[in-house]
C-alpha cells in the first residue's frame, strides 16, 4: 500500500516554463512534507518542505503548495531551467513519531529542454 | 553545511563474500541514520533505522542478520551485507537527520553502488 503517491513517472517542459509536480498521500497522519531531487548515482538532495500547518512556502525558484483536505501537495518551479532536469522525489513525514522516518513516492523525472 | 559522506562508492564483489558501507555526517552530530535501498528507476525503500548507541530497527521483510547495522557514534553508521547474492546487488543510500533538527529533514549521501557477481 503506497501511502505517498506520484503518479507522473515523467514530466518535460520547455525551459523557462513552469514545472508542477504532483504528489498525493494517504496517510492523514502525516504533517510534514518534503521535495528531494536526486540525479542518477547520487543521493537525494533536500529542496523545500512544508509543515502542515501551512499551504504554502516558498524559496527562490521553488514553491510547495499544500491542499490537506485533498492531501495533495505539489511543487511548482518557474521559471524551469535545463540544470533541473532530474528526478524528484517527495517525501512525508509524522513530526510526532519517535524516528520521524521520512516515507518517498516513487519519483517524477523532469526533463526541461533548452 | 550537513554533508553526509558514503564510502566506498562502488564495490563490485564474489557472492558469499561481506560487504561494509560506511555513513558519515561530517558537519553534524546524528543521533539518527537511516538506510535505504534503490532499485533502478524505483522509490528509495528504506531498509532500517539506526539509532546511536541502541540496536537498529529495520524495516518488515529486511533480514537484520543478513543487512548488520552498527551505529557506534553520532558521526558513524556502518551498513555490512553479509553473504551477499547477486540479488543483493542494488544502489544503497544512507542519511542522517542532525540532532537539533526540529523538523524532519534528512541529508543524504551519495550512494554505494553494489555488485555483486
Known amino acids: 500500500d503506497q501511502q505517498v503517491k506520484q503518479n507522473s513517472p515523467s514530466l518535460s517542459v520547455q525551459e523557462g516554463r513552469i514545472s508542477i509536480l504532483n504528489c498525493d498521500y494517504t496517510n492523514s497522519m502525516f504533517d510534514y512534507f518534503l521535495w528531494y531531487k536526486k540525479y542518477p548515482a547520487e543521493g537525494p538532495t533536500f529542496l523545500i518542505s512544508?509543515?502542515?500547518?501551512?499551504d504554502k512556502n516558498e524559496d527562490g525558484r521553488f514553491t510547495v503548495f499544500l491542499n490537506k483536505s485533498a492531501k495533495h501537495l505539489s511543487l511548482h518551479i518557474v521559471p524551469s531551467q535545463p540544470g533541473d532536469s532530474a528526478v524528484y522525489f517527495c517525501a512525508a513525514s509524522v513530526s510526532s513519531g519517535s524516528a520521524r522516518q521520512l516515507t518517498f513516492g516513487s519519483g517524477t523525472q523532469l526533463t526541461v529542454l533548452p | 553545511g550537513a554533508v553526509v559522506s558514503q564510502h566506498p562508492s562502488r564495490v563490485i564483489c564474489k557472492s558469499g563474500t561481506s560487504v561494509k558501507i560506511e555513513c558519515r555526517s561530517l558537519d553534524f552530530q546524528a543521533t539518527t541514520m537511516f538506510w535505504y535501498r534503490q532499485f533502478p528507476k524505483q522509490s528509495l525503500m528504506l531498509m532500517a533505522t539506526s539509532n546511536e548507541g541502541s540496536k537498529a530497527t529495520y524495516e518488515q521483510g529486511v533480514e537484520k542478520d543478513k543487512f548488520l547495522i552498527n551505529h557506534a557514534s553520532l558521526t558513524l553508521s556502518t551498513l555490512t551485507v553479509t553473504s551477499a547474492h547477486p540479488e543483493d546487488s542494488s544502489f544503497y543510500i544512507c542519511?542522517?537527520?542532525?540532532?537539533?533538527?526540529?523538523?524532519?529533514?534528512?541529508?543524504f549521501g551519495p550512494g554505494t553502488r553494489l555488485t555483486v557477481l
Open positions: 542519511s542522517a537527520r542532525p540532532l537539533m533538527e526540529v523538523y524532519n529533514e534528512q541529508f
Open positions: 512544508i509543515s502542515s500547518i501551512k
